[in-house]
């Protein structure tokens, strides 16, 4: 897997997901279990939307 999620991409992603799965246990909500899916986009730094839609946000240094 090549990575296609930048440093600023992956801190937003992970920021949002944190907040979501935040928000779900303050709600008593499973909704905010969906938080998980941008926590493992940014950890691993690949989207797999972003290859169906052959979009990138990394540089040719994050190539690796």
């Known amino acids: 897997m090549k990575r296609n999620v930048s440093s600023v991409d992956r ?3 992970l920021i949002l997901g944190l907040g979501l799965v935040a928000w779900g246990v303050y709600a008593h909500n499973w909704l905010g279990a969906v938080g998980i899916i ?5 950890l691993i730094r690949f989207c797999p939307a972003y290859t169906l839609l052959g979009l990138s946000t990394c540089k040719d240094c994050c190539q690796k």
């Not at 941008?38 to 940014?42: A, E, K, N, R, V």
């Open 38 to 42: 941008p926590i493992l986009t940014g």
């Open 11 to 13: 801190a937003l992603r």
